[in-house]
């Protein structure tokens, strides 16, 4: 397929360069593009055609004699006049509203008659035509005001007065002195909302709507939100305010009703719907509509972006957006915009522009007012360059991108040194007294953390719980879960020195699952079934990023344990903790029908079978530590076991569940006994369901040693007798069955994915496990 590209920004070079990256594209023509898009992308070309309305007679040509198969517009000016039409005349597809349903970002009056028709959030407003009229409307507000020209005005048409007479003096600027030109024929005085603010970037087919990460950016030239306004100056994805409760808040009043609204009304939306969100203290509320890509929060969602986005907005000009694949990586972004001195205001072009090394693999440098002249890369626009670079946290894809922009070089280059301030500030400090925040505690935070985990713990639900949070407790009914006459059955543990691996990689995920597993594989082995599950959590400073993914990965241990998330307690303790450093710890009640309680009785003769670990699981990570420093690597090179991991995110490879695989034999009697190995290996944990008068007899020749372990004993010289009681070298779970069952367990349980090996008997003894063929280990 052959795209044209229409526009000449930093916008233009990044949907350029996601492109480029499906294999459905062949070429795209970029008119007229910037230093960026006529070099360093493959199947790139500037054309030598404007974007104005006088040149849609040349870009429809072209497109018909190149054989283009799908327009995308990128700025707002092309969409208002009318583009869209204008190759839907020709039979060409465009990602991009009609004229009518452009207007939304065409004219802020109809955008605002819209909403208020519609019932979507937004400040109140009036709209007019005459200066009379709205100096009259001003004079009775008794409410800060924002002024802006109905037309466009490239982003620059809105006034923030502090007074009434700066008002006043606006509205002359727009209205009289018509310091925006025709924008200014028409104006909206509209209440000035005071909160936090949020881009929200949705894909739509005039049915489907597909958000892309919120986003928030920085208007304003100077550090500290100072200065004039912008076209933008960088900007960072997913903003940590926008809690899953809050973003589903804004889908339901704002993004679905917008668009079925704009359908009803007779001009669905096609295209990506840009809508600029206010969070005020009663909830978030529109400041306006785009009707097209932001710049420069395009440059920061679309590396977030997993999925084709050639075949996204194909479907959304076919109208059968529900038809594609939308994956977001879960991970943050950051976009540094470097502008030419002097921007907003007058500044010079034609600097030469030096591009240094830049680590490509995580960041990309983003052309906007570039452009080549005489084989050079020179200025030629007041926003000049954006450096944008994706990390597992904010602030790390903050850091890369200012490690980015720091490799740009040209005359009076000029960039804000605090994007992403709002995201890392601070409460400020309360004076004439010492508050709960400023001895290290933030209540607020705390709360804020609450409602951003709400959706992960509703996702756990199950007979018995509703998990939901904010209570004093979790409540479950028992009889609703289907018992009879239960017994309950507790567990609780933590992780251990396993959270040190993940503080120095920043890798939260996993250790909940880890958390979630060693309880209740505790559980399965009595032959209960895990039915609630609390958390603890506890830090110097809570870090809401690593806190939530911590509980991120408790759902999703619950999830795959079948046990509801019905509470948990988050503890902020300064003093106690240093850095960034926490613990935790969980609770798991599960029940079994009294009478079946496991071990059952065991025989001479029953067959011992193992389950497949998934690593290291929870156990042994203090000599699995020492390892690895003796060793003189690093958690972030290349894992020896497994090249195809780091060492640190190879040992985060998070502890296996069972109890999925095991409940079902368990209730067919199937099942004799369970052994969890953790602390203590398979000699010490299994001889815990063993009769006095019985031995476990265990060759570990019967499974295949999983590389980690064969390279930690070699590279740490552990003794056989040291490595047999630290590590499950393999086995996470143990499991005893009568020997005319064994064959129909182990196939029951390969069906469900485990691996499982036939490892030895019950002989008579004394309550010992005996291993056998251990030199194989090394």
């Excluded at 907003?344 to 030096?354: A, L, M, R, S």
């Excluded at 490509?360 to 906007?368: C, G, K, L, S, V």
Aim: with cysteine; charged share 25%.
């Amino acid at each position: 397929m052959k795209i044209l590209l229409i526009g000449n920004g930093g916008r233009e070079h990044a949907l350029a360069w996601k492109l480029a990256q499906s294999p459905r594209v062949a070429k795209i023509y970029v008119a007229p593009g910037n230093g960026g898009t006529a070099d360093g992308l493959s199947k790139t070309e500037n054309i030598g055609i404007g974007s104005s309305e006088a040149d849609f007679p040349k870009l429809v040509d072209f497109a018909v004699k190149h054989g283009v198969g799908l327009v995308v517009p990128g700025p707002e000016q092309p969409l208002v006049e009318g583009v869209e039409a204008r190759f839907r005349r020709v039979g060409i597809p465009v990602f991009g509203p009609s004229p009518k349903a452009a207007k939304m970002e065409g004219s802020k009056t109809f955008s605002k008659d819209f909403m208020a028709r519609h019932g979507i959030p937004t400040a109140a407003f009036g709209n007019f035509t005459d200066f009379e009229e709205a100096r009259r409307y001003l004079e009775s507000v008794d409410h800060n005001v924002v002024i802006k020209a109905s037309g466009l005005a490239a982003g620059k048409g809105v006034l923030i007065p502090e007074t009434k007479e700066e008002a006043i003096l606006g509205l002359k600027q727009i209205m009289v002195d018509r310091a925006f030109g025709v924008a200014g024929d028409e104006v909206v005085i509209e209440e000035r909302l005071e909160g936090d603010e949020l881009s929200i970037l949705t894909f739509s087919d005039g049915y489907t709507a597909l958000d892309l990460p919120p986003a928030q950016d920085h208007k304003r030239a100077g550090d500290g939100d100072t200065g004039l306004n912008t076209g933008g100056m960088g900007a960072y994805a997913p903003a940590p305010i926008a809690t899953p409760a809050l973003l589903e808040e804004i889908r339901e009043t704002i993004t679905k009703p917008t668009i079925a609204g704009m359908r009803q009304d007779g001009y669905p939306f096609v295209g990506v719907l840009f809508t600029g969100i206010m969070l005020t203290r009663t909830g978030p509320k529109v400041l306006e509509y785009n009707v097209r890509f932001g710049d420069p929060e395009t440059q920061t969602v679309l590396p977030l972006l997993e999925s084709d986005l050639a075949e996204i907005m194909l479907a959304c000009a076919e109208h059968r957006l529900d038809s594609v694949q939308f994956k977001i990586k879960p991970a943050y972004a950051a976009t540094v915009v470097m502008s030419a001195g002097g921007y907003p205001g007058p500044y010079g072009k034609g600097d030469e522009i030096t591009i240094g090394d830049v680590n490509r693999e995580t960041t990309q440098i983003f052309h906007a007012g570039t452009a080549i002249k005489d084989g050079k890369l020179v200025t030629a626009g007041g926003r000049v360059i954006a450096s944008s670079a994706v990390a597992s946290s904010l602030r790390e894809a903050v850091d890369r991108a200012y490690a980015g922009a720091k490799a740009v070089s040209f005359a009076g280059k000029y960039n804000r040194t605090d994007i992403g301030h709002r995201a890392f500030r601070k409460e400020t400090e309360h004076v004439g007294g010492i508050t709960y925040e400023q001895a290290g505690v933030s209540v607020d935070k705390g709360n804020q953390f609450v409602e951003q985990i709400k959706a992960s713990v509703r996702s756990t639900r199950r007979s018995g719980a509703d998990a939901e949070i904010g209570g004093f407790g979790g409540v479950f009914d028992i009889k609703a879960a289907g018992y009879t006459d239960p017994l309950l059955v507790g567990a609780t543990d933590g992780v251990g020195t396993k959270l040190k691996i993940a503080q120095s990689m920043n890798i939260h995920n996993t250790v909940g699952i880890d958390l979630v597993g060693m309880n209740v594989n505790d559980l399965i082995v009595q032959g209960a079934e895990p039915l609630i599950f609390l958390d603890y959590y506890a830090s110097g400073k809570l870090d809401i990023e690593s806190a939530a993914a911590f509980v991120d990965g408790v759902a999703k241990g619950c999830r795959l344990a079948g046990c509801a998330l019905v509470g948990g307690e988050t503890a902020e303790m300064p003093g106690l903790y240093s850095g960034k450093d926490y613990d935790v710890n969980g609770t798991c009640i599960g029940a079994v029908e009294r009478g079946e309680l496991l071990p059952r009785k065991l025989s001479a003769g029953d067959v011992v079978i193992g389950l497949g670990s998934d690593g290291i699981h929870s156990n042994g990570f203090s000599l699995v530590r020492k390892i690895v420093e003796a060793a003189g690597i690093t958690y972030f090179d290349q894992a020896p076991w497994e090249p195809t991991h780091t060492v640190g995110s190879s040992l985060l490879t998070p502890t296996r569940i069972y109890v999925k695989a095991l409940l079902p034999l368990i209730r067919d009697n199937l099942i004799l006994a369970l052994a969890h190995i953790t602390g203590g290996g398979l000699v010490e944990n299994v001889p815990r369901v063993l009769p006095d008068d019985l031995d476990a007899e265990i060759d570990v020749k019967t499974w295949d040693l999983p590389p980690v372990f064969k390279y930690l004993a070699q590279a740490g010289r552990v003794p056989v007798d040291d490595i047999s009681k630290t590590l499950n070298m393999g086995i996470g779970m143990v499991g005893v069955v009568s020997a005319d069952k064994a064959d129909e367990v182990i196939e029951r349980l390969k069906q469900t994915g485990e691996r499982v090996f036939k490892i030895g008997q019950l002989v008579a003894g004394s309550k010992v496990c005996r291993l056998k063929n251990t030199e194989n280990w090394y």
